[in-house]
């Protein structure tokens, strides 16, 4: 027997055919609980033979027998050994942050973070160890603070709130202004960030622009060839008929270019000789339009002729820079007919 049992050690495929006729006599190595421990590195027990049971680190064991014997039928005899994980503690809470844990048992984690505007000092994480306790000491959230807001050159700040000392805390705000004439040029609001630096800080700058443009059938309030200040205006007018679009007046801006300029808009006359129009809800024959002109964006009407009904209808054109298309229903009448049948044009008779 000894000596098949060594022989059983040594080659295990002789083994797999000599146990059919053996089976009886050997146990096999048991098969337990991944938390339970047993003795040796052994694989094969004569009956008779015994195991002792323990609980791995980290688990406690709870009721039932730690010792197991081979019977002869090569069965072990059984156990109500159960190995429990250990447990630690609950964790205390955090303040200004989170933990996150699912367990408290042995190998488990906890992570901690801190809410926005904190930093952790200390371990991020946990696990509990086998003898029952966490790794780490519970870190502790630290408020972010920001030194004080950098000033630039020719400028200022000033804080939304009371500031004591030479720190300031996450999330508190300010506002930069420039000394006159200096331009702030950046972001004026200012803010102590989670990283316990401040937001971008402006520039102080002297913004000028360079002497404004003339405009085409135009005038200046200033014909200064000289640079202006931020803000400094100047205004625009037109000669004669002109009529300005866009803009009164312009004014230098942070950037250094000025507003958009205004622009002068010429007047039109209306390409008839011979016919009536309705102008500024005056009805009037072209040859008593003295002179000639409406102005940019005028409205004229003109009469057109409603063949199939005989009546007459006024039709609007406007004067844009210079050009007012006479509408295409237009018939410009012949002399004859404007001398000496004028009741009978389109402006004259029943309007439809
Ligand atoms: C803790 O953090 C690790 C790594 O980010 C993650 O894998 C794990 O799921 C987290 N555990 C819990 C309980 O949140
Ligand atoms: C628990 O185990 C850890 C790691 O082995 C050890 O550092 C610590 O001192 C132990 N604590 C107690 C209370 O035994
Ligand atoms: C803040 O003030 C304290 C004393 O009030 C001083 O010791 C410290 O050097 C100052 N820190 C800075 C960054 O100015
Ligand atoms: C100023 O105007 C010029 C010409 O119109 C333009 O090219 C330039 O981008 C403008 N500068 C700024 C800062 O807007």
């Not at 098949?4 to 190595?29: A, E, I, K, S």
């Not at 049971?53 to 081979?70: A, D, E, F, W």
Request: aromatic share 10%.
């Amino acid at each position: 027997m000894e000596r098949m049992l060594t022989l059983f050690l040594l080659c295990p495929f002789v083994f797999f055919t000599t146990v059919t006729t053996q089976q009886d006599n050997v146990c096999l190595r048991p098969e337990l609980a991944a938390s339970i421990d047993m003795d040796g590195i052994q694989r094969y027990f004569r009956p008779g033979a015994e195991l002792v049971l323990s609980c791995k680190q980290g688990y406690t064991p709870v009721s039932g027998p730690r010792r197991i014997v081979c019977s002869a039928n090569g069965q072990w005899t059984k156990t109500r050994l159960m190995c429990i994980p250990k447990l630690c503690p609950y964790p205390d809470p955090l303040s200004n942050g989170e933990l996150y844990y699912e367990d408290t048992v042995y190998q488990s984690t906890i992570n901690y973070t801190c809410h926005e505007g904190y930093v952790l000092s200390g371990a991020s994480t946990a696990v509990c160890q086998a003898n029952g306790t966490w790794s780490t000491a519970v870190p502790e959230c630290k408020p972010v603070s920001c030194s004080l807001a950098p000033i630039p050159k020719f400028g200022m700040i000033t804080y939304d709130k009371r500031i004591r000392g030479n720190t300031t805390d996450f999330g508190v705000t300010g506002t930069y202004k420039c000394l006159p004439p200096y331009v702030l040029i950046g972001n004026a609001r200012a803010e102590c960030t989670a990283s316990g630096t401040w937001t971008k800080t402006p520039e102080c700058q002297v913004v000028t622009c360079p002497p404004p443009e003339k405009i085409d059938k135009g005038y200046m309030s200033s014909q200064d060839q000289r640079d202006y200040d931020y803000m400094e205006t100047v205004r625009y007018g037109c000669l004669g008929d002109y009529v300005l679009e866009g803009s009164l007046q312009i004014v230098c801006q942070q950037n250094g270019n000025w507003s958009e300029k205004p622009s002068c808009k010429a007047p039109c006359s209306v390409g008839i000789q011979r016919g009536r129009i309705l102008y500024k809800g005056r009805k009037l024959w072209i040859k008593d339009l003295k002179p000639n002109t409406v102005l940019h964006k005028d409205i004229v009407s003109l009469y057109c002729m409603n063949k199939a009904r005989n009546c007459g209808y006024a039709v609007p054109a406007q004067c844009i820079d210079g050009r007012l298309i006479i509408p295409e229903c237009f018939e410009q009448p012949g002399t004859l007919d404007y001398n000496f049948h004028s009741s009978s044009l389109p402006s004259e008779i029943e309007q439809c």
